[in-house]
């Protein structure tokens, strides 16, 4: 069935570094779209990244455009996030999912990143 | 960025009722909205996409309707396992965007 699972969440200062990977499996992985969405209690479901299956289309949203990097790597079925330049309003659990056409059809269970002195 | 509003913060209703939930963006999406619903602890789950299609293994007391500006998230006759908190979602344009949410409880 289809599996995705994140990790690398964690504590990490303001103004600091984290990279999330997501592991996919269960289904033919360069069929879809990837995407990242966050959600927190301040800011709901936000979906900030997404990028396509053959990586010619990446797109971000306002509030990490310059900050967040999309990723993946179709041999090793996996997606990544690189989070630079952290803020205290980047905390949330941050979810991977799978979709075509803006439709999210698999999610993992999420990785928690805090954003804290 | 289109804003999504869901009319009800919390609708309290029994198992065997009906529960009709609204979502209305700030602009028209045509028909390219979807539902997801969210237990604790737990990830969204596809529910509903473009307007009125039910995702795989959804069950037929789920139905959607709307397009436009205004949506409804219909379950016919509520299980005990319906009860937790739906979200509408837009893709007609970037950034796709989540309603607030919708909590369904006993």
């Known amino acids: 069935q289809v599996q995705l699972v994140e990790s690398g969440g964690g504590l990490v200062k303001p103004e600091g570094s984290l990279r999330l990977s997501c592991a996919a499996s269960?289904?033919?992985?360069?069929?879809?779209?990837m995407s990242w969405i966050r959600q927190s209690p301040q800011r709901g479901l936000e979906w900030i990244a997404y990028?396509?299956?053959?990586?010619?289309?990446?797109d971000y949203a306002d509030s990490v455009k310059g900050r967040f990097t999309i990723s993946r790597d179709n041999a090793k079925n996996s997606v990544y996030l690189q989070m630079t330049r952290l803020r205290v309003e980047d905390t949330a659990v941050y979810y991977c999912?799978?979709?075509?056409?803006?439709?999210?059809?698999?999610w993992g269970q999420g990785t928690l990143v805090t954003v804290s002195s | 960025e289109i804003v999504l509003t869901q009319s009800s913060a919390t609708l309290s209703l029994s198992p065997g009722e009906r529960a009709t939930l609204s979502c209305r963006a700030s602009q028209s999406v045509s028909n390219f909205l979807a539902w997801y619903q969210q237990k604790p602890g737990q990830a969204p789950r596809l529910i509903i996409f473009d307007a009125s299609n039910r995702a795989t293994g959804m069950p037929a007391r789920f139905s959607g309707s709307g397009s436009g500006t205004d949506f409804t998230l219909t379950i016919s006759s509520l299980e005990p396992e319906d009860f937790a908190v739906y979200y509408c979602?837009?893709?007609?344009?970037?950034?796709?965007?989540f309603g607030q949410g919708t909590k369904l409880e006993i």
């Open positions: 269960g289904f033919s992985f360069t069929d879809y779209y």
């Open positions: 979602q837009q893709r007609q344009t970037w950034p796709y965007t």
């Open positions: 999912a799978r979709g075509r056409a803006g439709v999210l059809n698999s």
């Open positions: 990028i396509s299956a053959k990586n010619s289309y990446i």
